[in-house]
Every structure is written in structure tokens, then in C-alpha cells.
């Protein structure tokens, strides 16, 4: 493999300050100043009553639902990360993705495609408010092609909230990405910091649940917070089950340290201008050649439609898998799909197409040069021509649950 784009997970650089940050770890088991100095940055942007740190975003995702979910319960987002329904679902509640229409038309050129239905919002909670313990907004949305949600749907979706009486946590993964789109693109907000932003962002919701492995700038961690002194209690105690003691988590302090640094650098107007920018760079001059991608350009990877590309390879045959392996064979980049593989196993064992088969080319943070990305694009300047000899894909193995993380896969004839 010569360039990896499968995840931004985890796969940023850190800076010189958060490696002399790690230098500073204090590895007390309990009440370590490490947490404190993590809790302070923190607090700083998302003044949240109960931290509770994980060693990812999917273990506070798991406690939270463990809490919130179980069967009966539906919990809306505008559209969940596969980990995240994967939870839900494991508690016996319900997800259901409520994206704004436009969000699932690549082609649709919007400056917030991550925006929640609020229609559709509304009427869950009037017809069945009973059975939702609390909404959810994943900023920015990265199953639907990593776009926003502006500030104005964020207010909005709080407002129905209230008006129901339900928490509004945030999935904040990518929460910098957002707070710059909403700066770029939302009408009086052209001059305001991205840290002012955020902070809005963060209390405007009840919670969240974050994997700092994104915009945290670390290679691992998270955390769930929230206001709530009774979820919060259970969430402790389920912390204290499987990550560890509450001021550490599932990390070790010097990951504490880590984060508190990567949570200042990441809303730096230079850093967000960059990144923002190097990641449209890709998408751009992949629109240029013809090849359909998700508009606009999401924050941290570019999305490929993979469906639009290969219209000769139905849904069920696996378009993005088939893209993404000829990526790898041709040029030695590895990507994802996010489509039909990933979301298309229904819970009752069948199989149905994905809303979209997407093919994401994710952009490590702090890690590739703008030639790696030249050659990314000549990489896809190859596969594209040669689009129609590409084949469909099977599955020859894999598990019951989240199968594309493990599946096997051979190529049709
Ligand atoms: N929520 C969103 C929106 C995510 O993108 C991810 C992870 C998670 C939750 C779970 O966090 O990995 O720390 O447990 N997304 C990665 C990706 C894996 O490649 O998009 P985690």
C-alpha cells in the first residue's frame, strides 16, 4: 500500500507541542492532573456537567445506549455512523436516519446537507415521542458524505427538542470540520472564531459523544459528557465495568494530555483553512476528469459515487467494493466503501441496496503532502478509464453483525 486513505481515525500526526504534552503524563490511577488539564480544555468549548472518558467513540456510544437505548426505544439522527446504529441496535432500540432530503442526492449542491429533517423530526416526536429517549446529530455528517449541519438546524432540532421534552446529544467527531463550514458558509458567522462556533454548537445540545481520534488530533480516544446527574451516575459505574476509573477511562494520562492540546490546535484558522481547502483540492480535480463524487466536498474526505460510476454493477454486486479494490490494485490506495456492504444487511438476515454506494477517500489529518494527492488523482484518472471493464464483487465470508469490517470478498466473472 503506498497511501492510506481508508479512515481519518486515528491516523493523524500529532504536533511537537502534543508529543511534549505525552511528557507530561501523570499515570495516577485516580484524580490525575493529567484529567484535570484534560477536563479544562474540555470544558473550555463544551461546558458539559459529567466527562466520562473512553478509549474511543464507540465505548461511549456503547454507554450511553446501554442507558438511553434498550428495546422499544428509537433514536433519531440524521444519519448514524455504522458503530453507532450498530449500538443502538445492540440494546434492542431502534435507529432511524432522518437526514434532510438533499443529503441523499450526491449530486445535490447544498451548503448543509447534513441538516436534519425537522418535519420528519417533528412528527416522530409527536406520533411516537414516547419511544424516543433522546436525538442525535452527528456533526458532520460522515455517512452522508461528511457535510454539515448548520447552526440554524442545530438551534432548530433544539427547539423541537425542548418543545418534547427530549436531550439533544451531539456525535461530535468532526466538530471543528463543522464549526468551519458554518463560518464559510452560514449567513453572519463569516468573521466569527471557530472556537466561538463551537462553542455555540456545544450549548446549543445536552451531550455528546465524541471519538477524539478525529478532531481531537489523537490517535486514540473519547469521550461521552453530558448534564444529566442520573445517566450520568449509570455511566460511571458502566465505565468503571469494562474502561477503567472514572478520571482516566479507557486511556492512559498521557493520552489525557494529548487530547487537551489536539482540542486547542484543531479550531486554529490555519490548520481548519488547510484542511478544508487540501480536501476540496481532491475533490475538485476529481469533478474536473468526470467522476461523479458527492457535492459539495465534505471536511474530511472526499466521496466517491460509485453507483453513478459503474451503473453496469447493480447495488447488490457491490459497486463501491469493486471501486475501492481497483483502487488499491491500480495505485496501491486503500479506501472505503460506504454503501451497500456496510449498511445494506438488514436486521432480519436480507439484503437491500444502500441509500447510496459511496466510495470515501479519507484524508488523515496532518499526514499527506499535496503530491501524494497528485498522485491520488492520477491513480483515479486510470481507474476511470477503464470503468466499464471493472466487474461486481461477492461475499464469500462474514459475520452476522457489521460485516464489512471483516468480510471477505471475491470477484464476480
Ligand atoms: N461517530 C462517527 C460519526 C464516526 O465517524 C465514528 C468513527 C464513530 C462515531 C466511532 O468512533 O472509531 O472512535 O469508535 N469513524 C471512523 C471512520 C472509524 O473511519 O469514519 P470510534
Given at each position: 500500500m503506498l497511501i492510506d486513505l481508508l479512515t481519518d481515525s486515528g491516523t493523524s500526526a500529532m504536533s511537537t507541542r502534543q508529543w511534549a504534552a505525552l511528557q507530561q503524563g501523570d499515570e495516577s490511577y485516580a484524580g490525575s492532573p493529567s484529567w484535570y488539564r484534560f477536563v479544562a480544555a474540555l470544558q473550555d468549548l463544551a461546558p458539559y456537567r459529567h466527562i466520562i472518558p473512553t478509549h474511543q467513540g464507540r465505548a461511549a456510544e456503547k454507554i450511553l445506549f446501554s442507558i438511553a437505548g434498550g428495546p422499544g426505544a428509537i433514536i433519531p439522527n440524521n444519519t448514524h455512523f455504522d458503530t453507532t446504529r450498530a449500538n443502538v441496535e445492540a440494546s434492542g432500540a431502534q435507529a432511524l436516519d432522518l437526514v434532510a432530503a438533499c443529503g441523499l442526492d450526491p449530486q445535490h449542491e447544498a451548503p448543509f446537507k447534513g441538516n436534519m429533517d425537522l418535519d420528519r423530526l417533528e412528527e416522530l416526536l409527536r406520533r411516537e415521542g414516547h419511544r424516543v429517549p433522546l436525538v442525535m446529530l452527528t456533526i458532520t455528517n460522515n455517512s452522508g458524505g461528511g457535510q454539515p449541519v448548520s447552526m440554524e438546524n442545530i438551534r432548530q432540532t433544539r427547539a423541537l427538542c425542548q418543545r418534547y421534552g427530549k436531550p439533544l446529544f451531539l456525535d461530535a467527531c468532526r466538530f471543528a470540520e463543522n464549526a468551519w463550514f458554518i463560518r464559510e458558509r452560514e449567513p453572519g458567522y463569516g468573521d466569527r472564531h471557530p472556537r466561538e462556533i463551537a462553542r455555540e454548537m456545544f450549548s446549543l445540545a445536552d451531550g455528546m459523544t465524541m471519538s477524539a481520534k478525529k478532531d481531537a488530533l489523537v490517535n486514540i480516544g473519547g469521550w461521552l459528557a453530558l448534564n444529566d446527574d442520573d445517566w450520568a451516575q449509570q455511566a460511571r459505574n458502566l465505565l468503571i465495568l469494562t474502561e477503567g476509573f472514572p478520571t482516566y477511562g479507557g486511556l492512559a494520562g498521557r493520552d489525557l494530555e494529548a487530547m487537551a492540546v489536539g482540542l486547542e490546535e484543531v479550531l486554529e484558522e490555519d490548520y481548519l483553512r488547510y484542511r478544508i481547502t487540501s480536501t476540496a483540492y481532491l475533490g475538485q480535480a476529481l469533478d474536473a476528469l468526470g467522476i461523479p463524487i458527492v457535492k459539495p466536498v465534505g471536511g474530511h474526505a472526499v466521496y466517491i459515487d460509485a453507483r453513478a460510476l459503474l451503473p453496469h454493477i447493480p447495488p447488490l454486486q457491490y459497486p463501491g467494493q469493486a471501486l475501492a479494490c481497483e483502487m488499491y490494485r491500480a495505485g496501491g490506495i486503500r479506501a472505503c466503501e460506504i454503501g451497500t456492504v456496510m449498511?445494506?444487511?438488514?436486521?432480519?438476515g436480507s439484503e437491500q441496496p444502500a441509500a447510496m454506494d459511496l466510495v470515501r477517500m479519507a484524508i488523515p489529518r496532518r499526514v499527506y503532502t499535496q503530491s501524494h494527492v497528485d498522485y491520488c488523482i492520477e491513480v483515479l484518472e486510470a481507474v476511470y478509464r477503464r470503468r466499464e471493464h471493472l466487474r461486481g464483487m461477492k461475499i464469500v465470508e462474514a459475520p452476522p453483525q457489521l460485516r464489512h469490517f471483516t468480510a471477505r470478498f471475491a470477484p464476480l466473472e
Amino acid at each position: 500500500m503506498l497511501i492510506d486513505l481508508l479512515t481519518d481515525s486515528g491516523t493523524s500526526a500529532m504536533s511537537t507541542r502534543q508529543w511534549a504534552a505525552l511528557q507530561q503524563g501523570d499515570e495516577s490511577y485516580a484524580g490525575s492532573p493529567s484529567w484535570y488539564r484534560f477536563v479544562a480544555a474540555l470544558q473550555d468549548l463544551a461546558p458539559y456537567r459529567h466527562i466520562i472518558p473512553t478509549h474511543q467513540g464507540r465505548a461511549a456510544e456503547k454507554i450511553l445506549f446501554s442507558i438511553a437505548g434498550g428495546p422499544g426505544a428509537i433514536i433519531p439522527n440524521n444519519t448514524h455512523f455504522d458503530t453507532t446504529r450498530a449500538n443502538v441496535e445492540a440494546s434492542g432500540a431502534q435507529a432511524l436516519d432522518l437526514v434532510a432530503a438533499c443529503g441523499l442526492d450526491p449530486q445535490h449542491e447544498a451548503p448543509f446537507k447534513g441538516n436534519m429533517d425537522l418535519d420528519r423530526l417533528e412528527e416522530l416526536l409527536r406520533r411516537e415521542g414516547h419511544r424516543v429517549p433522546l436525538v442525535m446529530l452527528t456533526i458532520t455528517n460522515n455517512s452522508g458524505g461528511g457535510q454539515p449541519v448548520s447552526m440554524e438546524n442545530i438551534r432548530q432540532t433544539r427547539a423541537l427538542c425542548q418543545r418534547y421534552g427530549k436531550p439533544l446529544f451531539l456525535d461530535a467527531c468532526r466538530f471543528a470540520e463543522n464549526a468551519w463550514f458554518i463560518r464559510e458558509r452560514e449567513p453572519g458567522y463569516g468573521d466569527r472564531h471557530p472556537r466561538e462556533i463551537a462553542r455555540e454548537m456545544f450549548s446549543l445540545a445536552d451531550g455528546m459523544t465524541m471519538s477524539a481520534k478525529k478532531d481531537a488530533l489523537v490517535n486514540i480516544g473519547g469521550w461521552l459528557a453530558l448534564n444529566d446527574d442520573d445517566w450520568a451516575q449509570q455511566a460511571r459505574n458502566l465505565l468503571i465495568l469494562t474502561e477503567g476509573f472514572p478520571t482516566y477511562g479507557g486511556l492512559a494520562g498521557r493520552d489525557l494530555e494529548a487530547m487537551a492540546v489536539g482540542l486547542e490546535e484543531v479550531l486554529e484558522e490555519d490548520y481548519l483553512r488547510y484542511r478544508i481547502t487540501s480536501t476540496a483540492y481532491l475533490g475538485q480535480a476529481l469533478d474536473a476528469l468526470g467522476i461523479p463524487i458527492v457535492k459539495p466536498v465534505g471536511g474530511h474526505a472526499v466521496y466517491i459515487d460509485a453507483r453513478a460510476l459503474l451503473p453496469h454493477i447493480p447495488p447488490l454486486q457491490y459497486p463501491g467494493q469493486a471501486l475501492a479494490c481497483e483502487m488499491y490494485r491500480a495505485g496501491g490506495i486503500r479506501a472505503c466503501e460506504i454503501g451497500t456492504v456496510m449498511f445494506g444487511l438488514q436486521a432480519d438476515g436480507s439484503e437491500q441496496p444502500a441509500a447510496m454506494d459511496l466510495v470515501r477517500m479519507a484524508i488523515p489529518r496532518r499526514v499527506y503532502t499535496q503530491s501524494h494527492v497528485d498522485y491520488c488523482i492520477e491513480v483515479l484518472e486510470a481507474v476511470y478509464r477503464r470503468r466499464e471493464h471493472l466487474r461486481g464483487m461477492k461475499i464469500v465470508e462474514a459475520p452476522p453483525q457489521l460485516r464489512h469490517f471483516t468480510a471477505r470478498f471475491a470477484p464476480l466473472e
